[in-house]
């Protein structure tokens, strides 16, 4: 009787199972931390178009927004009435917002959009450090909802779903 030898195929089989595993298990590590509901804000600083300087830090114990934007992204320019609806609604109940302007972004259009428009909250110019700090963010608009802890309760990219952001905020500044 001949015995067949076992096909490399089979031999490389358990070989196999175990990179797939460790490879599961890397992503799934990766998305946690990537994607967890726990994630920290970064230490970050915003430039005001008023040339004063606020950061994260100063912004601990606060429930804020940052929202990264441009003049000539058509979705961020849709959404920003009902920012400014949501900021007037919340602000009385101690909501922060930061609405930074992208680095490509130039200093003139976002002035004459901020005063034409009278926004209410603080707006800054991005030198690049806060997209990179907060993720690298490069798509318009992004939105990040940060909680009294430091904490991103939630990233939108592109318009938030505002119902849904209302129940965040709702939640996140307490019965006040």
């Given at each position: 009787?001949?015995?067949?030898?076992?096909?490399?195929?089979?031999?490389?089989?358990?070989?196999?199972?175990?990179?797939?595993?460790?490879?599961?298990?890397?992503?799934?590590?990766?998305?946690?931390?990537?994607?967890?509901?726990?994630?920290?804000?970064?230490?970050?600083?915003?430039?005001?178009?008023?040339?004063?300087?606020l950061?994260?830090?100063?912004?601990?114990?606060?429930?804020?927004?940052?929202?990264?934007?441009?003049?000539?992204?058509?979705?961020?320019?849709?959404?920003?009435?009902?920012?400014?609806?949501?900021?007037?609604?919340?602000?009385?109940?101690?909501?922060?917002?930061?609405?930074v302007a992208m680095k490509y972004d130039a200093p003139m259009y976002v002035v004459n959009y901020a005063q034409t428009r009278q926004l209410p909250f603080k707006v800054a110019m991005d030198d690049g450090s806060a997209a990179k700090a907060f993720g690298n963010v490069q798509m318009t608009p992004t939105t990040f909802v940060v909680d009294k802890n430091g904490t991103i309760l939630k990233r939108y990219v592109g318009e938030p779903q505002f119902a849904e952001l209302d129940q965040l905020l709702q939640k996140a500044l307490g019965s006040a």
């Open positions: 009787m001949s015995q067949t030898p076992a096909s490399p195929a089979r031999r490389a089989s358990p070989v196999r199972y175990v990179a797939l595993a460790a490879a599961a298990v890397a992503i799934a590590i990766a998305g946690y931390f990537a994607f967890g509901s726990s994630q920290h804000v970064p230490d970050a600083t915003f430039t005001l178009l008023s040339s004063q300087k950061s994260t830090a100063d912004l601990k114990g606060k429930v804020y927004l940052v929202n990264f934007w441009a003049t000539d992204c058509e979705t961020c320019i849709k959404e920003m009435p009902q920012m400014v609806d949501t900021y007037n609604r919340f602000k009385g109940r101690g909501l922060e917002f930061v609405a």
